[in-house]
């Protein structure tokens, strides 16, 4: 089964909101061996939906999204219409469910409401219950459309309905992901490394991927409709294993894929070790714990941190002399290390990392310019520095990467690299 | 200008990764007068690509990226090279380049970096200074192609060096576009209650657009070529401000577009109104404190956070009674409340907010299902508490909906909704 994703929407185009529907929506159908060929995202435009939706007859599946809201920026509904050479009538299903929404939140209904509950004739319609915009399941030739509001918590649930209702009953085949992380090794020299790895891997029908984000690599092995792909799968990334052995640091499954790959590494780790870990943030502001903390039984590994924006609270809570301050700053190596060592007697963890520095985009000087950043490390008894220099990037770059650079060397300190 | 983005990548097709590179792609074009018309993404698969190229032959301009990487599952460089009836070639800035790159990080060069500095023979260069896959651009009939690494990091020091070089000085005409953001009022409603001013708007030839993000809504107004046309959105916004009063949240200028739109509304909001801020952070994990951080400027108003993932730091540090914890629990009224006037008193800020709650998987039980979130606030001597069910939503949905919950809380206090 073959299938598109037409994202409409201006905020698309020009980059005002990141188009995080398309990778959700391909993430689902993938799992139900529904291959997504082709996104496109156009503009709230007539002429380019219609262009869209007659690719869309070369699929078996087009997932639409957006254009659907009460605003007189939308006009995906009546193109529909003209594509199907069906028209809108009102839906009471539907109209009873914006009144009740309406009602639930105090409000009273309007015109606007009420056109919402305008959906093609001929559709099916699959039902909102987090906002007004209903969602509708044509055909045309053999093509079935979805068209699904552009509002993510609104979308997912309604794409989940219609997955249960009309892919997973015509499932067929079978495809299996399943990804491990390489760490601390360049994507060519990894390559070259197991370049007769890989061959085995092909020659049992397994395709590779290459999936790098700075020194973390994710390896996606994928079979369609390979008999015992499961057990095939493992034994080679058993011999991966022995290839690779310390830069081998993870393994995911596909239901299970992380955006947080790195702190999704350091988490299992640390549980593997059976280490805990705390974290005093200052120029991070909260988003080291805040990665960490997004991965299921972080509460194993993770006591707690104290973001200390203010110099107070560093004196105060971490415990830092005045004096340190006073004379070398916020921003260098004396203060974080005595964050560092602050932080881990405070929540008595095994490994602790303080970070401070300058995010921008103004605070820098001549000596400490914006990019500038200073970590510690304290792991068991031993305390390490390390100055990085972020250089020319915007506050959320830096910011960014100081974060994985903490936990880049928290995970270089847990395999001995 | 009329442009087209391809995005290549099988891991984008399969929503391993979101597209992070449209839309920054998307942003600075459109900074610049470049209207992106369409947005494709399409697998590293020869024929598709070759169709995308083609069709690319529409536009003034293509950003391509993606499929440059040294492994295997990379095949673009062959196909452009086909495309433009051209070969590759070794480049010698680019292998210097590579060689420099390589050695910096006590590597060795190797076959697979050395074919990187293959590039098409009539390719103007863009050097990549932070990976080793150059940028090329070439030109077809009336059409420039620019190929980038798909690696963010990589690619967006080369767009810029694209951009400066050969965009910048073709610029004509003038797009500007402006934000302000509306808050506590359904769009629906919104919709009725501007419809005057927008029809004014219209008739200036200023566009309307309307993002929500759950309660938050920015209303983008563009103007294209049109005179004095500063003046005259600065005026509408002035109208608007006067029509929707306390829901009138703020303004935003495009070059200054955030992520994280509450985010920087509370932060303005605070600054406006000289009040400073602390949280006691348990489920968001520091989700919080970090989304405030990522704002310039949080600095004036965010002294600090504590992320009290254990009972022994909300004991220890946030002084939550023992007896709390134990009688009800850490996700409880009783125990939220300690832990607002807890960190209040520690950071010695106006307002504090505490959340507990259970974010899952795991932790669940039928008194307190995944999803319970209890969250305090505590203005100036006053505590409140609320309790939260967001069901049956992933971890990081959880984590997502208490954060935006926490700031829409202080949000509503500060403008007193």
Avoid at 97 to 103: A, G, H, P, Q
Avoid at 196 to 215: M, Q, S, V
Wanted: aromatic share 6%.
């Amino acid at each position: 089964m073959k299938s598109m994703i037409l994202n409409i929407g201006d905020e698309l185009l020009i980059g005002q909101v990141v188009n995080t529907n398309a990778s959700y929506i391909a993430k689902i159908l993938n799992t139900y061996h529904v291959t997504v060929e082709l996104i496109e995202v156009v503009s709230d435009n007539k002429e380019e939906i219609l262009q869209s939706l007659i690719k869309g007859l070369h699929y078996d599946l087009v997932i639409i999204t957006g254009g659907l809201g009460p605003t007189k920026d939308d006009i995906t509904k009546h193109t529909l219409a003209e594509f199907m050479n069906d028209t809108l009538v009102e839906n009471e299903i539907v109209l009873n469910d914006i009144k009740n929404l309406v009602e639930s939140r105090k409000r009273t209904m309007n015109e606007l409401n009420r056109q919402q509950a305008l959906v093609l004739s001929k559709a099916d319609i699959i039902r909102n219950f987090l906002g007004t915009a209903p969602g509708m399941i044509m055909k045309k030739d053999n093509t079935v459309y979805v068209s699904l509001p552009g509002v993510p918590y609104e979308m997912k649930p309604m794409l989940q309905e219609f997955v249960q209702k009309y892919v997973v009953t015509k499932w067929k085949g079978q495809i299996i992901h399943k990804s491990v992380f390489v760490f601390g090794i360049p994507e060519s020299e990894l390559s070259v490394k197991i370049e007769k790895w890989e061959n085995a891997l092909n020659k049992d029908g397994i395709k590779l991927a290459y999936l790098p984000n700075r020194n973390l690599i994710r390896l996606r092995l994928t079979s369609v409709n390979i008999e015992d792909a499961e057990n095939k799968i493992q034994n080679h990334i058993q011999e991966l294993k022995s290839i690779l052995n310390k830069n081998f640091v993870g393994e995911e499954d596909w239901n299970d894929t992380s955006d947080y790959p790195l702190a999704k590494v350091v988490v299992q780790i640390l549980q593997q070790q059976q280490l805990t870990i705390s974290f005093a943030e200052s120029c991070t502001g909260g988003s080291i714990s805040s990665m960490i903390t997004k991965i299921p039984g972080a509460s194993d590994v993770f006591y707690g941190s104290v973001v200390s924006y203010s110099n107070e609270i560093k004196i105060k809570v971490l415990g830092v002399k005045e004096n340190t301050l006073k004379q070398y700053g916020a921003v260098s190596k004396e203060c974080v290390e005595e964050m560092a060592i602050g932080i881990k007697n405070l929540m008595k963890t095994d490994i602790a990392i303080s970070v401070s520095g300058i995010a921008g985009p103004t605070g820098g000087t001549s000596e400490k310019p914006v990019g500038t950043v200073w970590m510690a490390l304290c792991f068991h008894d031993k305390v390490e520095s390390k100055l990085f220099q972020f250089g020319e990037q915007s506050r959320e770059q830096i910011i960014e990467s100081a974060t994985f650079n903490a936990l880049s060397w928290v995970l270089k300190k847990l395999i001995e690299l």
